[in-house]
């Protein structure tokens, strides 16, 4: 199947610094990515929605200013979490999809902490 | 809103079956998934069916899909410890958008 990949795979950062996580899809070309936010022992719940070239949709309940997403290319899309403050800590997958192919492949994931 | 709704925990003993039970509202879901998830991993998609087949095996997995009842199960046959993770069922339109997934079920294989 296809690979999507996450840099970093850890990341610990002081609180109001801000941290970027880059997402790569490495063998397709990915027009429309996804960001997901994973609480500890929950289910993932979906942040925003990103093609390639447009701006992010963001689902309620998330901060825009936050949580800055950016997918200029078909195979790169990046999630800023700006300012960042302990409850940002959690664990963040992003996905990808090709286009006119429903199936979403997963990144390994990113584990933020937040001190 | 769509739900999907799971146990949350699964104890089987090595070799024996497991099966995971998934319900869900949506009556428009066209694809439906299972992921496993291993601890401080992302997600690994299993397989998926659509909602127009009732079942799909492959290999020591077996996925039963009954629409009208809104019920989806993951049969694991032959479960081994390499098996113990926690597993998603999710959903998602045709356009493969508007992904819900479930609370996860954590399946742990006894000795």
């Known amino acids: 199947g296809a690979v999507v990949s996450q840099h970093p795979s850890r990341v610990i950062c002081k609180s109001g610094t801000s941290v970027k996580i880059e997402c790569r899809s490495l063998?397709?070309?990915?027009?429309?990515m996804f960001w997901y936010r994973q609480f500890p022992k929950q289910s993932l719940m979906l942040m925003a929605t990103?093609?390639?070239?447009?701006?992010?949709?963001?689902e309620q309940g998330v901060e825009k200013d936050k949580f800055l997403i950016n997918h200029a290319s078909l195979t790169l899309s990046t999630l800023t979490v700006t300012s960042a403050h302990p409850e940002d800590s959690s664990f963040y997958i992003c996905?990808?999809?090709?286009?006119?192919?429903?199936?979403?492949?997963f990144g390994p994931g990113t584990r933020l902490t937040v001190l | 809103g769509e739900d999907v709704e799971q146990s949350l925990f699964l104890s089987v003993r090595e070799g024996d079956s497991s099966v995971i039970n998934c319900t869900y509202t949506?009556?428009?879901?066209?694809?439906l998934y299972w992921y496993k998830q291993e601890p401080g991993a992302g997600l690994q998609l299993l397989t998926y069916?659509?909602?127009?087949?009732d079942m799909k095996q492959d290999q020591r997995l077996t996925v039963l899909l009954n629409k009208k009842d809104k019920h989806l199960s993951l049969r694991i046959a032959d479960t081994q410890t390499g098996d113990s993770a926690i597993y998603f069922c999710?959903?998602?339109?045709?356009?493969?958008?508007?992904?819900?997934f479930g609370p996860g079920t954590r399946l742990s294989v006894l000795p």
């Open positions: 996905s990808a999809r090709e286009q006119s192919i429903s199936e979403q492949f």
């Open positions: 063998d397709f070309q990915a027009t429309t």
């Open positions: 990103s093609n390639e070239g447009s701006k992010a949709t963001y």
């Open positions: 949506d009556s428009s879901s066209t694809y």
């Open positions: 069916i659509f909602s127009n087949m």
């Open positions: 999710a959903e998602s339109d045709n356009y493969g958008q508007n992904f819900v």
